[in-house]
T-cell receptor, first 113, second 108 residues
Framework: DAGVIQSPRHEVTEMGQEVTLRCKPI?????LFWYRQTMMRGLELLIY????????DSGMPEDRFSAKMPNASFSTLKIQPSEPRDSAVYFC???????????FGPGTRLTVT | GIQVEQSPPDLILQEGANSTLRCNFS?????LQWFHQNPWGQLINLFY???GTKQNGRLSATTVATERYSLLYISSSQTTDSGVYFC??????????FGAGTTVTVRA
């Protein structure tokens, strides 16, 4: 299997622009997770889906952030409008179940100027 | 999510040395994972170990679930072992919570 796939790997955008991050989970995995990593806050869970349904979005920082999972093989994380404090590495992960081993994608490094 | 505390925060080793990293967690866990984040930022799965002991080459891990801690052992360290090691656990809320990490530097 190719593992979790994320795109783009790097994104540089200006404040106020819309940013869309994409994730393809490992085939057969039922749970998908979005994380953010910053120096100040470390790795934190933003939202997770089970069977394409959002289960817990309490980690989403603001209404500017939204996530969707239209099918079992694709998810997006959107930031609109983006702000410099959103600069971070965003990871997507998947697993068979939230209690099972999670596998992480390579991450998207987002820079908002 | 649970609180995860890792120690030590930083570790400098001479190549060939052995070391132990510790992870304490605030509540019982259903899932406990160790990761290595390499200098390129990739999170590499080392162990899925909610309880018991596992070994993979020069690395091994032990989780004592009843006492809420896990240990990661690195033996005969190599420069490629450098990076940040994270422990993360899932409790009944299904959220994977990460510790702050241990930064390991192995010098040749």
């Amino acid at each position: 299997d190719a593992g979790v796939i994320q795109s783009p790997r790097h994104e540089v955008t200006e404040m106020g622009q819309e940013v869309t991050l994409r994730c393809k989970p490992i085939s057969g995995h039922n749970s998908l997770f979005w994380y953010r990593q910053t120096m100040m806050r470390g790795l934190e869970l933003l939202i997770y889906f089970n069977n394409n349904v959002p289960i817990d979005d309490s980690g989403m920082p603001e209404d500017r952030f939204s996530a969707k999972m239209p099918n079992a093989s694709f998810s997006t994380l959107k930031i609109q409008p983006s702000e410099p404090r959103d600069s971070a590495v965003y990871f997507c992960a998947s697993s068979y179940h939230p209690n099972y081993e999670q596998y992480f994608g390579p991450g998207t490094r987002l820079t908002v100027t | 999510g649970i609180q995860v505390e890792q120690s030590p925060p930083d570790l400098i080793l001479q190549e060939g040395a052995n070391s132990t990293l510790r992870c304490n967690f605030s509540d019982s866990v259903n899932n406990l994972q160790w990761f290595h984040q390499n200098p390129w930022g990739q999170l590499i799965n080392l162990f899925y170990i909610p309880s018991g002991t596992k070994q993979n080459g020069r690395l091994s891990a032990t989780t004592v679930a009843t006492e809420r801690y896990s240990l990661l052992y690195i033996s005969s360290s190599q420069t490629t072992d450098s990076g940040v090691y994270f422990c993360a656990g899932v409790s009944n809320d299904y959220k994977l919570s990460f510790g702050a990490g241990t930064t390991v530097t192995v010098r040749a």
